[in-house]
């Protein structure tokens, strides 16, 4: 049974900075794919950005420039650094992971970051 467990998310300030971290465990196997989406209540959930196990990053739209993905296959470990952090970026990020393929079939229970204006 994967498990992914999220960390680093938290409160901050217009213009800030935080980095998140997903751990994957319980899969003999590297993850094909890591990576990252968001939601917002009553919304639907939007790509942040995934990386495979060779480094091919698939980025979402409105984040290029500000968002930073990146892996540890060692540590089966995600990272998600972003910088310049809006309002508008506040939600529920969930990492997710494909153990065979490149689409994300597990997911994390979610970490909330919160930016205040």
């Known amino acids: 049974q994967v498990q992914l467990v999220e960390s680093g998310g938290g409160l901050v300030q217009a213009g800030g900075s935080l980095t998140l971290s997903c751990a994957a465990s319980?899969?003999?196997?590297?993850?094909?794919?890591m990576g990252w989406y968001r939601q917002v209540p009553g919304k639907q959930r939007d790509l942040v950005g995934t990386i495979s196990r060779d480094g091919t990053i698939t980025a979402g739209d409105s984040e290029k420039g500000r968002f930073t993905i990146a892996r540890d296959n060692a540590r089966n470990t995600v990272y998600l650094r972003m910088n310049n952090l809006k309002p508008e970026d506040t939600a529920a990020y969930l990492c997710?992971?494909?153990?065979?393929?490149?689409?994300?079939?597990?997911w994390g229970q979610g970490t909330q970051v919160t930016v205040s204006s």
């Open positions: 997710c992971a494909g153990i065979f393929t490149t689409t994300c079939t597990h």
């Open positions: 319980g899969s003999s196997f590297t993850p094909y794919v």
